[in-house]
C-alpha cells in the first residue's frame, strides 16, 4: 500500500481559516499603530513650529506673519528650520492665527490618516495644545485629547 504524500482539501482549509482569522486579528493594531506613529510625527513637527515661531520672536521682537512675498509658514521653514507643510503625507501643518503677538498652529490628517480619533491638532504661542474631533474640543491633557493618544 502507498502513502498519500500530498494534502488534503480540509487541511488547506484550516489553514487558510488559520491564516485569515490571523490577519484579522493583526491588521486592525498595525493599523492603530501606524496612525500613532503618524500622529507622533505631526506633534513633533508642531512643536517644531513652536519653536521656529520662538526664534523668531527672539530675534526680531515679533512672530513671522505673512511678508515680503512669502507666507508665514514659508518664512519659518527657510529661515528657522520648520518642517514642510507636509508631514509624512498623512498631516498638514499650517497657522489658523499668526499675528505679531499671537499664532496658533494647526496639524490636519489627511487622507487614511484622517479617520484618526485624534482629530485635528493645535498648538498655541504658550504652549497650549489642543484637538478638535468631530465638532468637540479636547484641551490636553485630557485623554480624549490627541495630544494625549
Known amino acids: 500500500m502507498g502513502s498519500n504524500k500530498g494534502i488534503t482539501l480540509i487541511e488547506l482549509l484550516v489553514v487558510i481559516l488559520i491564516v485569515g482569522i490571523l490577519a484579522a486579528i493583526a491588521i486592525p493594531g498595525y493599523t492603530g499603530y501606524m496612525q500613532r506613529a503618524r500622529r ?3 506633534k513633533v513637527a508642531l512643536e517644531q513650529v513652536r519653536a521656529a515661531q520662538e526664534m523668531w520672536r527672539a530675534e526680531r521682537g515679533t512672530y513671522a506673519i505673512d511678508g515680503g512675498g512669502n507666507t ?7 529661515t528657522m528650520g520648520a518642517p514642510a507643510t507636509t508631514i509624512n503625507i498623512y498631516y498638514t501643518w499650517s497657522f489658523t492665527t499668526k499675528t505679531t503677538t499671537l499664532f496658533t498652529g494647526q496639524a490636519v490628517p489627511t487622507g487614511s ?8 491638532l493645535f498648538i498655541d504661542q504658550n504652549g497650549t495644545k489642543w484637538s478638535v474631533r468631530g465638532g468637540i474640543t479636547y484641551t490636553y491633557p485630557d485623554p480624549n485629547c490627541g495630544w494625549s493618544k
Open 40 to 42: 507622533a510625527d505631526a
Open 113 to 120: 490618516q484622517a479617520t484618526d480619533s485624534g482629530g485635528t
Open 72 to 78: 508665514a509658514e514659508t518664512r519659518l521653514q527657510t
